[in-house]
């Protein structure tokens, strides 16, 4: 059974980075054809994809999210990382952490809250 686990801080300061760490069980991040996306849902709003990265370490971003986004990994962990910097009161979302295999997003994570505010 795969498992993903998002932590981090639940309340970041306006202008900061706010960053997130995805443990993953059950499955390894590099598994070929896999990708490990990010995806956030502000309070009110649809899910939005944040970005991805793949089981080579390619990433790729949301277009309008992409200036302030970086996805990293740890293949020796099996953690993969969300940071977003200069995040502002709209950045408050619950942040979800994904795999993507064979076009479908199959698993989820059970998503952590972040609060920016000063």
């Known amino acids: 059974q795969v498992q993903l686990h998002e932590s981090g801080p639940g309340l970041v300061k306006p202008s900061q980075t706010l960053s997130l760490t995805c443990t993953v069980s059950?499955?390894?991040?590099?598994?070929?054809?896999?990708?490990w996306s990010w995806i956030r849902q502000a309070p009110g709003k649809e899910l939005e994809w944040m970005g991805v990265?793949?089981?080579?370490?390619?990433?790729y971003y949301n277009p309008s999210l992409k200036s302030r986004t970086s996805i990293s990994r740890d293949t020796a962990k099996n953690q993969f990382f969300l940071r977003l910097n200069s995040a502002t009161p709209d950045d408050t979302a619950v942040y979800y952490c994904?795999?993507?295999?064979?076009?479908?997003?199959?698993?989820w994570g059970q998503g952590t809250l972040v609060t920016v505010s000063s």
């Open positions: 990265i793949s089981y080579d370490g390619n990433t």
């Open positions: 059950g499955d390894s991040i590099t598994t070929n054809y896999v990708g």
């Open positions: 994904a795999r993507d295999f064979d076009l479908y997003r199959d698993y």
